[in-house]
């Protein structure tokens, strides 16, 4: 099956018709910046794209395969994208009534602090994520030891805070998609020989992303960069291709020799230290050519 690309591969055509979508939301390590290396490294055919590690989905968007399996283990990341794929008018709705004001961002900031927070709709959950991530500083999503969300309030002067246009064009993009809330272990139980898994893990502490491994209470440790190997071990055995992206680290090093390993530029702008902002040098591993 083909993919869509920018490097040459035609696109299915049931996808020519789907209108450009971006990323609804701003996520830590996102994949914008690093889009035309990993495109241009997407295997020219394969059967069903998975993505373990979803975040911001930027590759999702920008390939549209017309069949996935996007997972998290971040709840309400995964929530909001359900909404969108299939109650999309009705988010656009609830958006309507936020505004960029610093006493409404910490209300809705402090809401995961009370039992009522449990009794919100799936919509009013993806709203409220939305609206925390375009009004927070510096777009970053962080929980506390306690899963609480304690991102500041953030400096802007406009920020767009409901984007019917590219709402509607995600929603459009995810209608083939299958949308779960699991930990990235659980790609063995549902990847087939044929697949095409792209991993985009937390990455392992470096100067530049040391302070963003804080997606859900429980973090990401070296012991679980070594289960993502494991996982990837398995997978190679059983005819899956992946792609992983990560720091270029030693211990990312060590962990992926013997498979392909490329550094590749990328542009950061989300950390919180303007010094570690710029151009890093990240990498792509693979187990194909």
Request: proline share 6%; with cysteine.
């Amino acid at each position: 099956m083909s993919t869509s690309s920018a490097e040459g591969k035609t696109p299915p055509s049931d996808t020519q018709q789907r209108p450009a979508a971006r990323p609804f939301l701003k996520w830590a390590g996102g994949k914008t910046q690093l889009l035309p290396h990993l495109v241009h490294r997407v295997p020219n055919s394969f059967g069903r794209y998975i993505e373990p590690f979803l975040g911001g989905g930027a590759l999702f968007f920008s390939m549209q395969p017309p069949l996935s399996f996007l997972s998290d283990c971040n709840q309400e990341l995964t929530n909001c994208f359900q909404v969108v794929q299939s109650d999309v008018e009705a988010l656009i709705e609830e958006l309507k009534q936020y505004r960029y004001e610093k006493e409404m961002y910490y209300s809705v900031r402090e809401l995961d602090r009370s039992a009522e927070f449990a009794k919100l709709s799936r919509v009013k959950r993806a709203a409220r994520l939305i609206y925390l991530n375009k009004t927070c500083f510096n777009g970053l999503y962080r929980v506390n030891s306690k899963g609480q969300f304690n991102v500041p309030f953030g400096s802007y002067t406009d920020p767009t805070i409901l984007d019917p246009e590219n709402l509607r064009a995600g929603s459009a993009s995810l209608k083939g998609a299958v949308i779960q809330t699991g930990n990235f272990e659980q790609v063995l139980e549902i990847a087939e020989k044929g697949d095409f898994v792209y991993f985009d893990p937390p990455y392992a502490p470096a100067s530049d992303t040391a302070d963003f491994t804080s997606y859900t209470k429980d973090g990401f440790d070296d012991a679980a960069q070594e289960l993502l190997l494991l996982v990837c071990l398995q997978l190679n055995q059983r005819g899956v291709k992946w792609m992983v992206s990560n720091s270029n680290t030693p211990i990312i090093q060590e962990l992926y020799r013997g498979f392909t390993i490329e550094p590749v530029g990328a542009s950061r702008a989300i950390n919180s230290k303007a010094s570690k902002r710029g151009t890093v040098v990240e990498l792509i591993i693979r187990n194909y050519t």
